[in-house]
């Protein structure tokens, strides 16, 4: 497989906030930027003292119309006193590459993206930096006739970033599209400048009292708590799984398997008057518990249908059938109760690379960099017949 990358060099560098940077990038050989879709990200590879690695951002501007691929990058330092290392990527774009340097970059990738063939109203739900790939999703919207709501929930007005632009582009729809900013913990300036809506966390008593009733299309990203505890909000809203979709920043996993984990109730952010305000918050994760499907398991793949679309565990001893709405080997795995190591579910980490013993996969989305012969990417692998692979 060719290289993928291509050079690019940051020709601007804004401040978007405290803690978050946009860089903007053309490429160095001056031919046409890559074609993205809205909610799409970019690989960059980055280089340390140990040798490259990859790590993934979002576009966060107009990818039909801008001139240049933008990314905005939240810094992420270690916590004092902990062990865990400062973010690799974002610590190296935020300390060290200024305007005017090169970076390596790989095609846009990934299947969180807006559906542009639908009709439908739609609802955006972003956490802090989660909001990049939401952002470029509201910059194509702006110019659909579609309704839409954005709800952006984050620490205060100091660290949010990107505000003043979306705000700008909400504005410009003459309320076809509607802006609800939430501060977890406002500052006196946030207070003074009005730069929030509401004070606290979304929960459903704050999402009834803004949202119509209708059959929405939800599309949310941010960090993993605030995921989880939409996802329960939205099933008790009665919106339907297969209307949301969401991204992960950081590991990719499961947020119907995530549903069942127990975290401490939160204050609620609601506008509503005193007696709703003491309603019970449902973005308590305990306000939801996902009971998981599993996938029957046979034997051994002698008494699977002949032609089926068949994995073997081989270490497990399990087998299972593809259905029409399981995706790639690992969600099989998964819905089959093992537990696989994966990190980014999109082919590029490499992580969840293991042994293929017998049969033959193809690729749901093409690895940025294949495995070797005789091993598969199950992240984003499907079979083709009969599949043994070393679960």
């Not at 006193?81 to 005017?100: A, F, K, N, R, T």
């Not at 127990?262 to 019970?280: G, H």
Request: aromatic share 6%.
């Amino acid at each position: 497989m060719a290289d993928a990358f291509r050079k690019f060099r940051v020709i601007a560098r804004v401040r978007e906030s405290e803690i978050i940077t946009s860089f903007h990038l053309k490429p160095i050989d001056g031919g046409p930027l890559w074609q993205a879709q809205p909610g799409q990200y970019l690989t960059l590879r980055v280089p340390t003292d140990e040798g490259s690695v990859l790590k993934t951002y979002s576009l966060s501007g107009d990818v039909q119309r801008d001139d240049f691929h933008r990314i905005s990058v939240k810094r992420e330092c270690a916590p004092d006193g902990s062990e865990v290392p400062d973010g690799v990527g974002s610590c190296w774009l935020h300390d060290h590459v200024q305007e005017g340097e090169e970076i390596e970059i790989a095609p846009p990738r990934g299947g969180f993206v807006l559906d542009q063939q639908s009709d439908r109203p739609v609802l955006l739900l972003a956490g802090g930096v989660g909001l990049t790939p939401l952002l470029a999703m509201a910059k194509v919207l702006a110019r659909s006739k579609r309704r839409v709501w954005i709800f952006h929930a984050c620490e205060n007005g100091d660290v949010q970033a990107l505000g003043d632009e979306l705000r700008a582009l909400t504005e410009a729809t003459a309320g076809r599209i509607t802006l609800h900013v939430a501060h977890r913990q406002p500052t006196d300036l946030d207070r003074a400048e009005r730069r929030f809506d509401s004070e606290g966390l979304i929960d459903k008593v704050l999402l009834q009292s803004l949202l119509p009733l209708d059959d929405y299309e939800v599309y949310m990203c941010g960090p993993t708590p605030f995921m989880v505890a939409m996802y329960r909000l939205l099933s008790d809203l009665g919106i339907a799984r297969s209307r949301v979709s969401y991204e992960f920043f950081g590991t990719a996993t499961s947020l119907e398997k995530m549903a069942a984990e127990r975290a401490p109730a939160a204050k609620a952010a609601v506008s509503a008057p005193k007696a709703l305000a003491n309603l019970v918050n449902l973005t308590d994760p305990d306000a939801w518990a996902v009971t998981e499907t599993t996938v029957p398991m046979a034997a051994e793949s002698d008494e699977a249908p002949k032609g089926a679309n068949t994995v073997v565990f081989s270490k497990s001893g399990a087998s299972a059938d593809m259905g029409s709405d399981t995706r790639t080997i690992l969600e099989l795995a998964e819905e089959a109760g093992l537990e696989p190591a994966f990190s980014c579910r999109s082919g590029i980490c490499n992580t969840c690379r293991c042994t293929l013993v017998e049969g033959k996969v193809s690729y749901v989305e093409e690895p940025l960099q294949a495995p070797d012969a005789g091993e598969v990417l199950i992240c984003c692998a499907r079979p083709e017949g009969r599949v043994v692979v070393d679960i």
